[in-house]
């Protein structure tokens, strides 16, 4: 499907699924709303779907995996190589995000959207690599749109194969760099508030990550208003790809779960092309890049988890699938005030 006719299609979350899912969940024979946001997650799970069963369906992780130009400015600690390893890794469940898939019942599905060399995971290249975003421009308009497009698809093909669920994750080595560019112009920051050591980096490398950051949106200056502009000038193709699958997700009426520091600024970006967008996604994680925080308060979601992860991958974002099951066991599962003679307690809130 096109960006611009997605774009059309979304419109705002069920309200009347919503409430009805909260009506179950206060008729439960248990102290109301003390799921928290377990219970949370499915009414606005419900509000997606405009379905109060729950019946999700098969779960899936979307891995946007892609190498960034910018890795030659030395930004990083490991080698751009690394982005093509883990991510064949994925297929032969031997990276962290596919044993943890593997654990929960999720199904992994690795994209090729721009590793800079051929590799034999889902092949939707858009480029080898992006260009170096301290030199030129990241890639073409053409480009990004395209890389957004390659996400919507995959979420309109996962749905036509009973997939009612989908947490995104990426492998991209640099691009902690990208995304850091894109916080610090979306959330009106100086770069030093919002880059952090990505996997690993020194603090000499951490000193060059933000010279080299603030060079680029100099260079470039990318309109904050024009999403596809910051995606072109500063970003990179596995950030646009993640980016059309919360828009995918929001024109499908599938969830979307985010994942780390990397996956917000895509759903940030998301939003900005679409507001509604928001409404069809779930906060799994808070990641420890310091922009985290300041990502998801932007974008007016809680996360469930507080783990001190920042592994990236959907690692965060797959954690959250156990969570759902255990509510929705409960949800699906437990008897009601009326059955087990209960007078029912009055709301807290
Ligand atoms: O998701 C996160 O919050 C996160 C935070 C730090 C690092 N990462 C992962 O590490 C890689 C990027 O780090 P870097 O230092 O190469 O920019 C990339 O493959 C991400 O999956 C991910
Ligand atoms: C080994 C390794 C695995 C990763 N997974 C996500 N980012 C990563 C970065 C490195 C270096």
Same mark, same amino acid.
């Given at each position: 499907m096109k960006l611009k006719q997605v774009i059309?299609m979304i ?14 969940? &206060? ?15 499915? %009414? ?6 405009? &379905? ?8 899936a992780?979307i891995v946007m995996c892609a ?34 898939? *593997?654990?929960?019942?999720? &199904?992994?599905f690795p994209v090729d959207i721009g ?6 995971i889902i092949n939707k290249k858009v ?15 053409e480009e990004a749109i395209r890389a957004i497009e390659v996400g919507i698809d995959m979420v309109e093909t996962l749905k036509e194969k009973?997939y009612?669920?989908i947490?995104t ?39 060059? *990550? ?6 680029? %949106? ?9 999403? %596809? &502009? ?7 193709l596995d950030?646009a790809g993640m980016t059309g699958v919360f828009l995918g997700g929001a024109a499908l009426g599938t969830?979307i ?9 895509s759903?940030?970006?998301a939003?900005?092309l679409?507001?509604?967008t *928001? ?71």
């Amino acid at each position: 499907m096109k960006l611009k006719q997605v774009i059309e299609m979304i419109q705002p979350a069920d309200e009347k699924s919503m409430q009805l899912c909260r009506r179950r969940w &206060d008729s439960i024979a248990k102290p109301l709303h003390s799921l928290g946001k377990m219970e949370d997650m499915l %009414i606005k799970i419900a509000g997606m779907t405009k &379905d109060t069963t729950m019946h999700l369906g098969k779960k899936a992780l979307i891995v946007m995996c892609a190498d960034n130009g910018v890795v030659e400015e030395g930004v990083t600690q490991s080698g751009q190589e690394v982005t093509a390893i883990v991510s064949e890794n994925f297929w032969k469940t031997k990276a962290t995000a596919s044993i943890m898939c *593997k654990t929960v019942g999720a &199904d992994i599905f690795p994209v090729d959207i721009g590793i800079a060399v051929d590799t034999n995971i889902i092949n939707k290249k858009v480029a080898y690599g992006t260009k170096n975003m301290a030199k030129e421009p990241a890639m073409t308009k053409e480009e990004a749109i395209r890389a957004i497009e390659v996400g919507i698809d995959m979420v309109e093909t996962l749905k036509e194969k009973g997939y009612g669920i989908i947490a995104t994750g990426e492998m991209g080595i640099g691009n902690t760099t990208t995304s850091s560019a894109i916080a610090a112009i979306l959330l009106d920051k100086k770069v030093e508030e919002v880059t952090g050591r990505g996997a690993g980096l020194s603090s000499e490398g951490l000193g060059r *990550k933000i010279t080299c950051i603030q060079k680029a %949106i100099q260079l470039h200056a990318p309109d904050k208003e024009d999403a %596809i &502009d910051v995606i072109r000038k500063v970003g990179g193709l596995d950030i646009a790809g993640m980016t059309g699958v919360f828009l995918g997700g929001a024109a499908l009426g599938t969830p979307i779960i985010i994942d780390g520091f990397i996956s917000a600024v895509s759903a940030l970006l998301a939003v900005k092309l679409c507001p509604h967008t *928001k409404d069809y996604m779930l906060a799994s994680h808070i990641s420890n890049e310091p922009a985290a925080v300041m990502l998801l308060k932007e974008l007016g979601l809680e996360a469930s988890l507080v783990c001190d992860m920042c592994l990236g991958e959907g690692t965060g974002a797959i954690s959250l699938y156990p969570i759902l099951d255990i509510a929705n066991a409960v949800y699906e599962g437990m008897a009601t005030f009326d059955a087990v003679n209960i007078e029912k307690y009055q709301p807290l809130r």
